[in-house]
């Protein structure tokens, strides 16, 4: 199975990557990902000689670049995780949103769509979106996201990827294109950019810098941690209904300020501070003014994928989480080279 995955360099997109090289060596997986500021090679560092595996720079945006791809390498399928993804970006900044998150989903379908009338052939689209176009579900805590909850978007980044899920759909009605969506819940763990939550409170954290939570901190996610939600990507790409859609979730919905103090309680035990009092890192907690729009609640039911691809989350939060720290602790200078752009730049200059 030859299989195109977008944003491949990215944090969930490279997950998928080295699951699918690692599990079956029958598939050829060609990584289209431009490297913009949350793309690392150094995430695919663990697969980057196999022989079925290439990456090509090519930037979802330029529609010509796109047709000459998919000409050359003849994809069976099309994972497309390729997005910007950080919320507070897309409030101050909107524009860059809806050309990678709209306008690249719009040449990637375009150039799926010619290559299955050049070629003859089906070619699977996989479009990865978020749980967030379903919007806020408030303080009710027994509501939870399914496949058939109305979109109702708040923030510029889910209006964007809502927009292109509908093109997703609209394509596959109009012009035939095979597709399937998933929809996910916040994720997290190793080689997450440090502008999310979780490694953000992290490396704060062992900073010394104050923990700043938006508003009281009592917005509930429902976190899954990343290998699980590659595995859940490879069984849809492998065996999804075509036109389903398929909700993604951990099962393990936590306060924000819940999640701050997990990860402050566990640095307590995996990185103390000498000669600082007990629950030193709980000191550095701020609370500051809330972000506009915020959504008090996401929470997704993943009964479908469960049931009819068999698919179940391994980790716990807990679980999850204390890898991820143990992670971020034992990888510093991935870190460093991240934050400075030192890596994506040094690589960049060689690949093409």
Known sequence: M????????????????????????????????????????????????????????????????????????????????????????????PKVFLETNIIGTFNLLEATKEYIQIHNKDCLFHHVSTDEVYGDLGTNSSALFHESSKYSPSSPYAASKA?????????????????????????????QFPE????????????????????DG?????????????????????????????NIGGSNEKTNLEVVHMICDLLEDLSPVNGKKENFYRGLINFVKDRPGHDQRYAIDSTKIQQDLNWTPVESFESGLKKTIIWYLENPNWINRILSGEYSMNRRGAIS
């Not at 596959?172 to 190793?190: A, H, K």
């Not at 429902?222 to 859609?245: F, M, Q, R, S």
Request: aromatic fraction near 10%; hydrophobic fraction near 35%.
């Open 163 to 191: 927009s292109s899920d509908h093109l997703v759909r609209s394509w596959g009605r109009t012009y035939n294109i095979p597709y399937v969506i998933s929809n996910c819940s916040n994720n997290y763990g190793p080689f």
């Open 2 to 93: 030859r299989i195109i995955v977008t944003g491949g360099a990215g944090f969930i997109g490279s997950a998928v990557i080295r699951h699918l090289l690692k599990s079956d060596p029958n598939y050829e997986i060609a990584n289209l990902d431009c490297l913009t500021y949350a793309g690392n090679l150094e995430s695919l560092e663990s697969v980057e000689t196999y022989r079925n595996y290439q990456h090509a720079d090519i930037n979802i945006c330029n529609l010509n670049n796109l047709k000459k791809f998919f000409n050359t390498f003849q994809p069976d399928a099309v994972m497309h995780l390729a997005a910007e993804s950080h919320v507070d970006r897309s409030i101050d900044g």
């Open 196 to 215: 999310k939550l979780i490694p953000h409170m992290i490396l704060c954290s062992l900073n010394g810098r104050a923990l700043n939570i938006y508003g």
């Open 218 to 246: 009592q917005q509930v996610r429902d976190w899954l941690y990343v290998d699980d939600h590659a595995k859940a990507l490879i069984k849809i790409v492998k065996g999804g209904k075509i036109g389903e859609t398929y």
